[in-house]
C-alpha cells in the first residue's frame, strides 16, 4: 500500500506543525508520510518542541523549519491531505499543491507565543502536543480508504473541532 503524503502548515513551521509531523511518522506506523512547512518559516524549530518529542521518545533527527514553496515546487510529491494548525496560515493564499490534496483546518493554540516561566511554556507544548496527538490518532484510525472523498472531507474537519468545544467553555 502506498502510504498518504500529509503536510501540516502553520507559519512559522516552529512548533506546532512540528509536533504534528513527528507525531504522525511515528504513529502512522509507515501509512503516512508527514512533512511540515509554514508560509514565512523562522528557519529553527522550537526548543521546547525539541525538548518535548525528545521526552516522548519521537525521532527528531533531520528536523527543519521550512517554506511550503518547497512542496509546491514543480516535481514535488503528490500530496493526500494539507493541514493547516494555526489560523494564520489557514487564512493566507496557500499556493497550488500537487496532487489536489483534501485540506483541513485544525485550529490549535500556538505555544511559542506564550509568555512567562519556562514551566509555562512546557505546560503549553504539552497541551498543544496533546490536542495534536488526538486528532492525529483520530485521522490513522480513520478508513481512508473505505471512505469516499465528501465523507473524508467531513471526517478531516470533524478531527478539527475536536478539544474545541471545552475551548469554548
Known sequence: MTP???????TGNSARSI????????AG???????SAGSHPTGRVNAFALELLAKSRIDTEGLRSKSWD????PGAAPLDFV????????????????GQPMTAHWSVADPAAVEGSDEEKRRAFRRAFGELSARINLLVNLPIDKLDRLALERKLDEIGLIGREALAH
Not at 5 to 10: A, E, G, I, R, T
Not at 84 to 95: F, I, K, L, Q, R
Open 29 to 35: 506506523k509507515g501509512r503516512f508520510i508527514a512533512n
Open 83 to 98: 493541514i493547516t494548525v494555526c489560523d494564520n496560515a489557514a487564512g493566507e493564499v496557500c499556493p497550488f499543491w500537487p
Open 19 to 26: 509536533l504534528a509531523e513527528c507525531y504522525l511518522n511515528a
Open 70 to 73: 518547497e512542496f509546491a515546487r
Open 4 to 10: 498518504y503524503n500529509v503536510l501540516f502548515l502553520c
